[in-house]
């Protein structure tokens, strides 16, 4: 038993932590299963695992006039409950118990969310006006106690609002104290046994095995044979066959309210053997109980499949936009290399670096005197060299701020397409690039930009090369090894011939006569990399924006639930 009572409890938890935030088909019933669940765990299982031998709860339920109230008051021979002519008329619950079975229920041990309230015997009517009077919501919250020596000592009878009340509060704290039941006595009457909403808690009843009694009141004596076989057969098709059914014939009330004893006495007998069988009143509760934990089962599987939607509607919205940024990276670096940078304000700055004419012309000498050209150009102007660093940080800032504007507006789009995405976005316009970004990328390929130098000056220590690279200068081998990673191809083949007449050869050429060409491959892919990883950095924090406005969470909890819901299922054919 203690262990049952400890996966109940867990069980619980993990349905208090089930939020079903996203907007999906059928999620507001999927929520109700939850706080449902929940209910009956606090109201009903958990406590009744935690002591089979207490009293039965008899929850006396039924529609709107059909005389709960005045069955309660009969049952016990004097005035408890109010009853009266405007309707709705019961609006505080109130718990009927033998005085020897008060500890059981003064406490908080079955429906804690309900205040208690000690109720007193009073031989008086409540007047039709009080009957009807709005209450507040400490009243509707409520539960009031009356302990009665009339009432069968182990059995206690709950008299519970109307289950189809005009009032909302009404109905759902009927529905919460019927669960809460050992038992039920349902009352309706000759005009509306077979109205919807009570069928409908009947046939929960039903699915719950719990023992149900039907109480078929204000019966005329000449109908008596016809609706009652009616209402037998409709029990029967609907498998509460072994409902007990009580007639209570059509007669008029004594000035305190009250029926004629004898038109209740089959019931009270009926309550008092019940009462007085405690081995009935066990196998009642398991019974019950049983029934109870196979329906939670479901309803937990229920819960599990709601949520096993909500991550799969989670993880298509998280891939889409991890997607759109991720392509938009791949475009970056695309851009990056093909030579499409070396066009434009890139390509003047540069062929300003290195000569327009005769530059050109010394690539068919020899790299010696390539060499000495280039350092001769180089020395003492740095000016055309940062020029050249300013144009290829404003082209390459420029294609990553589109292609991070059309992923955000891809993401947009794709997210508003969708039910739960459009919720999650809500009037908040999340296309475009976030503020900040422009200034988070300048600094970025600043970054690299650096790097790359610093990654010139550590290649150029040794002391072979270190004259030569002194000579064409840090800036001027930097913004050569920038062309050449513009150039690269996306293969591990090495470099390729460069675009516009031949802007990259010359700056391979020129590394190549400081590092040679196995290290100037080298340089080439780290810059890259380094490239790759910045870009990849920077648009994997924009994607953020959508990101966060997922739910958090694992994407195990529907699987934990469903093992959840087999596990109950096992215990509720083992109690």
């Known amino acids: ?45 958990l406590p009744r695992y935690r002591s089979l031998h207490a009293p039965l709860l008899a929850v006396v339920g039924g529609s709107t006039g059909a005389g709960k109230s005045t069955l309660v008051n009969a049952l016990v021979g004097h005035p408890v409950t109010r009853s009266g002519a405007i309707r709705p008329t019961t609006r505080q619950p109130i718990l009927l118990h033998h005085p020897a079975d008060a500890g059981w229920f003064e406490g908080q041990r079955v429906l804690p969310t309900l205040n208690r309230i000690r109720g007193t ?49 009404n109905r759902r704290l009927a529905g919460q104290l019927l669960a809460a039941a050992d038992l039920w006595v349902f009352v309706t009457t000759a005009n509306r046994y077979a109205d919807a909403v009570p069928w409908k808690l009947l046939l929960d009843a039903s699915s719950r095995d719990i023992m149900v009694a039907v109480v078929l009141d204000r019966v005329p004596a000449d109908a008596e044979a016809e609706v009652s076989a009616d209402l037998r057969t409709l029990l029967q098709k609907e498998g509460l066959g072994s409902a007990g059914l009580f007639i209570v014939p059509e007669t008029d009330l004594d000035g305190l309210g009250m029926l004629p004893q004898q038109s209740v006495e089959p019931l009270r007998v009926w309550l008092q053997e019940l009462a007085a069988d405690a081995a009935g009143r066990s196998e009642i509760a398991r019974r019950t109980l049983n029934g109870t ?11 599990s499949a709601a949520v096993h939607e909500q991550e799969n509607a989670a993880a298509t919205l998280r891939s ?16 990056t290399k093909d030579g499409a940078l070396l066009r434009g304000e890139v390509l003047a700055r540069w062929q300003d670096f290195v000569g327009t004419g005769e530059f050109f012309r010394t690539l068919e000498q020899n790299i010696g005197r390539l060499r000495d050209r280039v350092g001769a150009f180089f020395r003492g102007e740095p000016t055309p060299a940062i020029r050249v660093e300013v144009a290829i940080e404003s082209g390459l800032h420029a294609v990553i701020l589109d292609e991070a504007a059309n992923a955000g507006e891809e993401t947009d789009q794709r997210w508003r397409s969708d039910p739960a995405g459009r919720q999650l976005l809500g009037t908040d316009d999340l296309s475009g690039t976030s503020a900040g970004f422009a200034d988070v990328t300048a600094a970025e390929i600043r970054a690299w930009q650096t790097g790359l130098m610093e990654l010139i000056r550590t290649e150029g220590q040794g002391k072979r090369t270190q004259a030569r690279w002194l000579s064409f200068g840090i800036n001027g081998l930097g913004v050569a090894l920038m062309i050449v990673v513009f150039s690269m191809t996306a293969g591990l083949t090495g470099l390729e011939i460069g675009v516009a007449g031949g802007t990259a050869v010359v700056g391979q050429k020129l590394l190549e006569a400081v590092f040679g060409e196995d290290a100037v491959r080298r340089l080439a ?21 959508f990101l966060e406005r997922l739910p958090a969470g694992g994407t195990d909890t529907s699987r934990v639930l469903a093992d959840h819901a087999a596990a109950l299922a096992r215990l509720a054919n083992h109690t």
């Open 1 to 45: 038993m203690l262990a049952a009572v400890g996966l109940l409890e867990v069980v619980r938890e993990d349905l208090s932590a089930v939020a079903l935030p996203l907007a999906l088909a059928n999620v507001g019933q999927a929520r109700m299963e939850v706080r449902n669940a929940v209910a009956q765990l606090d109201d009903y299982i």
């Open 121 to 169: 015997i009073s031989a008086e009517p409540v007047p039709a006006s009080q009957a009807g009077a709005t209450p507040d919501a400490e009243a509707i919250s409520s539960l009031v106690l009356v302990a009665d020596r009339a009432a069968p000592q182990g059995i206690a009878l709950l008299d519970a609002p109307d289950v189809d009340s005009i009032s909302d509060d």
């Open 293 to 303: 934990v196979k329906a939670l089962a479901g309803r937990v599987g229920t819960v």
């Open 320 to 335: 889409g936009a991890v997607a759109a940024y991720r392509d938009a990276v791949t475009r970056i670096l695309g851009a």
């Open 525 to 545: 892919r780290t810059a890259r990399d380094d490239l790759h990883e910045r870009c990849q950095r920077l648009l994997q924090a924009e994607q953020q924006k």
